[in-house]
């Protein structure tokens, strides 16, 4: 699964390269496929301009960053378990927020580096605040991963206790 995952991520990551690392047309002009989308946006009463599409499309942009990393990181191999005897909390937080840590760092890290690349890009405009919503988006995604994660990681655990005839009253 771990595998699956991690192919999924390198062909997100040559797709997020491909889309941010490719000279643009030198033109103010925004793509037919913005006004339609906001046409479209303005008819089901969400009515928005191109620079809050564009402020929208990075922060999805890399949703799938932070979901997927976060992935990666928290099925990774853990370290031994504690005594069986030791009492352990329901969720297992460190190792989720370790990951998690390690997600929005390397968020940080990719965005700025193509923020950086793209001043070299003929028609590329880096800003401070494009880092900033790529990085939103990726603290996002892996949002919605931590909790998926802890409950995963418990199941086991509860199944075993359930059958030692372990109860939360006892």
């Known amino acids: 699964m771990v595998r699956v995952v991690r192919v999924l991520f390198g062909v997100y990551m040559a797709a997020v390269l491909v889309v941010t690392l490719w000279p643009s047309p030198q033109t103010t002009d925004a793509p037919r496929w913005t006004q ?8 089901v009463g ?7 599409l564009e402020m929208a499309a990075n922060v999805v942009m890399f949703l799938p ?4 990393l976060m992935l990666i990181l ?24 370790h990951a998690f840590v390690l997600t929005t760092v390397a968020a940080v890290l ?10 070299v890009i003929p028609g590329r ?6 880092v900033a919503l790529n990085v939103a988006g990726a ?15 418990r199941v086991p655990a509860l199944r075993r206790r359930a059958q030692a005839g372990w109860s939360p009253a006892t």
């Open 46 to 52: 969400l009515g928005m301009s191109v620079e809050h």
């Open 110 to 119: 990719v965005s700025g580096g193509i923020e950086v690349v793209q001043t």
């Open 36 to 43: 339609d989308v906001l046409a479209l946006l303005d008819r």
């Open 65 to 68: 960053f932070g979901f997927l």
């Open 139 to 153: 603290v996002l995604g892996a949002l919605v991963v931590g909790p998926m994660l802890a409950l995963a990681r």
């Open 74 to 97: 928290g099925m990774a191999p853990r370290p031994p378990q504690m005594p069986a005897r030791a009492r352990r909390p329901l969720f297992e937080v460190r190792p989720l927020l």
């Open 125 to 130: 405009v880096p800003t401070v605040q494009d």
